[in-house]
């Protein structure tokens, strides 16, 4: 029943083609912007975590482990979301010092390429 839903879930995620989720994905970073400068909410920054993971991750998956069980796919694209972030922020930290601005800059780079991968495997689909 689980599988199912996040199925579904990871279904409405990954065929959105107008850009929906990206945008939302986007709106958590400014959400993540100003927990950090203003608000400083643990539970604004959790649920913005966690939706931000689940759509980014979902993207991932979506791109590098299509064929995998539902449950392995969400777990395997939160593991190589944390793997991205961790590498885009170690490039920011190794140029400049990583404060609330180039923090917030790091999510809007994962954010984009997982949802530029995720686009060019839509592509890839179709043109098969």
């Given at each position: 029943m689980v599988s199912l839903k996040l199925h579904v879930l990871?279904?409405?995620i990954t065929e959105?083609?107008?850009l929906r989720?990206?945008?939302i994905s986007c709106f958590l970073i400014f959400v993540f912007y100003m927990n950090l400068s203003l608000i400083h909410?643990?539970?604004v920054g959790l649920f913005s975590f966690i939706l931000y993971f689940l759509i980014n991750g979902t993207f991932l998956a979506h791109v590098f482990f299509e064929n995998e069980p539902a449950f392995f796919?969400?777990?395997f694209g939160a593991l190589l979301l944390i793997m991205l972030l961790g590498f885009v922020g170690w490039l920011i930290m190794i140029i400049h010092n990583l404060d609330a601005v180039l923090f917030s800059m790091a999510l809007l780079v994962t954010a984009s390429i997982?949802?530029?991968l995720n686009r060019r495997m839509k592509h890839r689909n179709v043109t098969r």
């Open positions: 990871e279904k409405l959105d083609t107008k989720f990206t945008l909410s643990f539970t796919r969400l777990a997982s949802s530029l």
